[in-house]
T-cell receptor, first 113, second 115 residues
Framework: GDSVTQMEGPVTLSEEAFLTINCTYTATGYPSLFWYVQYPGEGLQLLLK?????DKGSNKGFEATYRKETTSFHLEKGSVQVSDSAVYFCALSVREAGNMLTFGGGTRLMVKP | IAGITQAPTSQILAAGRRMTLRCTQDMRHNAMYWYRQDLGLGLRLIHYSNTAGTTGKGEVPDGYSVSRANTDDFPLTLASAVPSQTSVYFCASSEGEGGPWDTQYFGPGTRLTVL
């Protein structure tokens, strides 16, 4: 079946550090890939997405590139801020599976001033 | 402000009791979803509805039921709650009928504790 694997957290960084959160996937069909962010006490918000190989999704300084050859969609940001502290979820959807989202386990990011 | 509302915000429930979690969206989205969030497991889909009048089972449907009588409302019912249903429940909606280009919008969640 479809699955998403993320690096386990928490990830603790100092402000202005470089961030990478790894995400790999297995899918029965051709997936669309997503990163969602959950700030404390809130629901999930879409951060960025990519729907085909080599697409790069970007938003709020975050980027992720759809790598079909390595089945990966790693999240990166060049300089994190305290306000980026949140839980980040990688997810995929596949048309052949009814387009439902399959989520990874989430990675908690803590950014210290 | 347009979006998704969920009620209650949190609830403590005795095992064996019946409970309905409410979800309302005002974006006229066709598709709606219920997820549960458990530590280390991400979000898992319980039930979904691609359009009013239709529902489907997700990854973990046992012990839950849903209905979709109209576009805006998508209640989730636990007929007889058990402690393993202690979780945070999120409702979501999307514009289309579940296509991969859709963005799912999430409500603020309901924290349910079953004792």
């Amino acid at each position: 079946g479809d699955s998403v694997t993320q690096m386990e957290g928490p990830v603790t960084l100092s402000e202005e550090a470089f961030l990478t959160i790894n995400c790999t996937y297995t899918a029965t069909g051709y997936p669309s890939l997503f990163w969602y962010v959950q700030y404390p006490g809130e629901g999930l918000q879409l951060l960025l997405k990519a729907t085909k190989a080599d697409d790069k999704g970007s938003n709020k300084g975050f980027e992720a590139t759809y790598r079909k050859e390595t089945t990966s969609f790693h999240l990166e940001k060049g300089s994190v801020q305290v306000s980026d502290s949140a839980v980040y979820f990688c997810a995929l959807s596949v048309r052949e599976a009814g387009n439902m989202l399959t989520f990874g386990g989430g990675t908690r990011l803590m950014v210290k001033p | 402000i347009a979006g998704i509302t969920q009620a209650p915000t949190s609830q403590i429930l005795a095992a064996g009791r019946r409970m309905t979690l409410r979800c309302t969206q005002d974006m006229r989205h066709n598709a709606m979803y219920w997820y549960r969030q458990d530590l280390g497991l991400g979000l898992r889909l319980i039930h979904y509805s691609n359009t009013a009048g239709t529902t489907g089972k997700g990854e973990v449907p046992d012990g839950y039921s849903v209905s979709r009588a109209n576009t805006d409302d998508f209640p989730l019912t636990l007929a007889s709650a058990v402690p393993s249903q202690t979780s945070v429940y999120f409702c979501a909606s999307s514009e289309g009928e579940g296509g991969p280009w859709d963005t799912q919008y999430f409500g603020p969640g309901t924290r349910l504790t079953v004792l």
